[in-house]
């Protein structure tokens, strides 16, 4: 049982933008913090973003993305956005959606989604 869809990564410039999109069951959205994490080739997964349960709850972001990347999430639609501007050659990576009670720290991070491919090219 996938719960946990992620969707809109794809193959861009540098400098262009994109947006990836994380669909939830109803009972993980409601309850669960969002994030993503990513994993570029040959290295470990990172955490990248994080917004909390309660509506109206603040993006975290690593200081690697940290002024580019807005996280997002739709109530209504059981969905988290990542707004992911100004890309970079190194942004290139698997984007995971995970969802937890703590999503910066990755042992508790409970449900992951299947993984979409973001490459920037230079």
């Known amino acids: 049982q996938v719960l946990l869809v992620e969707s809109g990564g794809g193959l861009v410039q540098a400098g262009e933008s994109l947006r990836l999109s994380c669909v939830a069951s109803?009972?993980?959205?409601?309850?669960?913090?969002m994030g993503w994490y990513r994993q570029a080739p040959g290295k470990q997964r990172e955490w990248v973003a994080a917004?909390?349960?309660?509506?109206?709850?603040?993006?975290r972001y690593s200081d690697s993305v940290k002024g580019r990347f807005t996280i997002s999430r739709d109530n209504a639609k059981n969905t988290v956005h990542l707004q992911m501007n100004s890309l970079k050659p190194e942004d290139t990576a698997v984007y995971y959606c995970a969802a937890g009670s703590m999503i910066t720290i990755r042992s508790l991070v409970k449900y992951w989604g299947q993984g979409t491919q973001v490459t920037v090219s230079s």
């Open positions: 109803r009972s993980i959205f409601s309850s669960n913090a």
């Open positions: 917004i909390s349960a309660s509506t109206g709850g603040t993006g």
